[in-house]
Structures are given as C-alpha cells and as structure tokens.
T-cell receptor, first 110, second 113 residues
Framework: GESVGLHLPTLSVQEGDNSIINCAYSNSASDYFIWYKQESGKGPQFIIDIRSNMDKRQGQRVTVLLNKTVKHLSLQIAATQPGDSAVYFCAERNLNKFYFGSGTKLNVKP | EAQVTQNPRYLITVTGKKLTVTCSQNMNHEYMSWYRQDPGLGLRQIYYSMNVEVTDKGDVPEGYKVSRKEKRNFPLILESPSPNQTSLYFC????????????FGDGTRLSIL
C-alpha cells in the first residue's frame, strides 16, 4: 500500500512563531495533496491543497510547499495562534484513492 | 448548512452482530468515502464511491460492505463485526474526486466486544 509519513509526531511552538509541519509521500504518481486539521472529537477539516503541477500555494496564514524531487510536502503556518493547536494530516491522492499520514500534533504555547 | 452526517456517533456492540453506520451529505457530492482512524496509523480508506451504483475498494476493505443507491447516502455495513474493527470511522464526500478536498463527518466510534 501507500506510505505517507511525517517526520515529527509532536511539534511545540510559541504563540506568534511560525510553524512548519513536514510530510513524506511515497508514490511519485500521486497528483493531488491536501492538508487537514483535526481537533479533538471532530472530523478532519480542510486547510489547503496543491496539485502536482505546482510547487507552492498560499492561503490565509498557511502555505503549502511541494517538492516532487524528494517527495516531500510541508505546511507552514504563520504567526501560530492557540487556536491552531490540533493534529495535522497530509494526504495524497493516487488514481481515485486517498492515503493519509499518521499526523503531527501541534502544541502552541502561550 | 453544508454537512456530512454520520449515525450513530457511538456504538458498543458484540462480535458477530450485524451493524450499519449511516452517512448522508447534503451537498450533492458525487464522491463519497469511508475511513477508519486508528492510533499511529492515521486514516485508512475502506471503500469509496465515484457516483450512484459505483463503489470500489480502498486500502482496507476486508470485513466491510457499502452501497450507494442514492447520491446523498453511503452506508457502511459490518456483516459480522469483530474486535479488530473497533475504531473511529469517518465518512467524507467531495464534489468530484479531481482536485476537490473532501468534507468529513464528525466520526463514529465503534467498540466491538
């Protein structure tokens, strides 16, 4: 099966700092990538996505970078806030199937 | 309000007793999918459906069945549940599978004793 992994299971940052969450994916044929945020007791919530023909995409306070050469995806959160504390998942799509990483827990310290 | 609704949210049952988890979306989405979430393993896709009457296996389909008789509904069926199916289950939908993020329900926690 597919393997979508994360470099760090837990990330602690100070409020106001920038956060970077990393993800490695295994299938070079994957053509679409998504970052989700999951808060306790809730389903994953869409943050930002990127297609394989792009290498960077920006949203409000978030940026996703895609490096297809090394099969690496990252999520950058600017000026991290307490409300950003959650588990973050990357996901890749290959054909019509989706594969998720195991998640990174982001702790924001006040 | 656009949403994906799962029922029940929690269920404790016994091995071998058939159960169905319902999923309904009100966004007229073509693509629907079921996932299970286990600690350390993230979300794994069980089954997906590209449209009415079209279903396909995901990564971990063993022990599960699905149906897609109507566009809005995509029930997950466990014909003979076993303890290894104890997990947190999520249903999701999207407008089209191509470059559209999925909307997730709030999950169903199943405990099979």
């Amino acid at each position: 099966g597919e393997s979508v992994g994360l470099h760090l299971p837990t990330l602690s940052v100070q409020e106001g700092d920038n956060s970077i969450i990393n993800c490695a994916y295994s299938n070079s044929a994957s053509d679409y990538f998504i970052w989700y945020k999951q808060e306790s007791g809730k389903g994953p919530q869409f943050i930002i996505d990127i297609r394989s023909n792009m290498d960077k995409r920006q949203g409000q306070r978030v940026t996703v970078l895609l490096n297809k050469t090394v099969k690496h995806l990252s999520l950058q959160i600017a000026a991290t806030q307490p409300g950003d504390s959650a588990v973050y998942f990357c996901a890749e799509r290959n054909l019509n199937k989706f594969y998720f990483g195991s998640g990174t827990k982001l702790n924001v310290k006040p | 309000e656009a949403q994906v609704t799962q029922n029940p949210r929690y269920l404790i049952t016994v091995t071998g007793k058939k159960l169905t988890v319902t999923c309904s979306q009100n966004m007229n989405h073509e693509y629907m999918s079921w996932y299970r979430q286990d600690p350390g393993l993230g979300l794994r896709q069980i089954y997906y459906s590209m449209n009415v009457e079209v279903t396909d296996k995901g990564d971990v389909p063993e022990g599960y069945k699905v149906s897609r008789k109507e566009k809005r509904n995509f029930p997950l069926i466990l014909e003979s549940p076993s303890p290894n199916q104890t997990s947190l289950y999520f249903c999701a939908s999207s407008n089209r599978v191509n470059n559209q993020p999925q909307h997730f329900g709030d999950g169903t926690r199943l405990s099979i004793l």
